[in-house]
């Protein structure tokens, strides 16, 4: 059985940051493209980063330059580094796993994240 657990989030300050950890077991880590979404109350989910089985990056135009997703295929975990934070980055922040020629797509329970002073 699959498990996407994400931890890390909580309360931000404008212009500090978190890390965000995705823990995914039951699956061929490695071989999944991994991303974070993130929905905000009344809001579509939208994409925040991904990052492929071999490692290549994209972002959001939003969060460019200030957030980077990186993995450890060795702990089966995919993390977000969020800095320079601001309060339109509020939502619960939600990782995927993706292996779209297989037709297989998991996702975690969310995890929130609130940015305010």
């Known amino acids: 059985q699959v498990h996407i657990v994400e931890s890390g989030g909580g309360l931000g300050q404008p212009g500090g940051s978190l890390r965000l950890s995705c823990a995914a077991s039951g699956l061929t880590f490695s071989m999944y493209a991994m991303g974070w979404y993130r929905q905000a109350p009344g809001n579509e989910r939208e994409l925040v980063a991904a990052i492929t089985s071999g490692g290549s990056t994209n972002y959001a135009d939003s969060v460019k330059g200030r957030f980077t997703i990186s993995r450890d295929n060795l702990k089966n975990t995919v993390f977000l580094q969020m800095n320079s934070l601001n309060p339109e980055d509020t939502a619960v922040y939600y990782c995927?796993?993706?292996?779209?020629?297989?037709?297989?797509?998991?996702w975690g329970q969310g995890t929130q994240v609130t940015v305010s002073s």
């Open positions: 995927n796993a993706n292996r779209g020629n297989w037709g297989l797509d998991f």
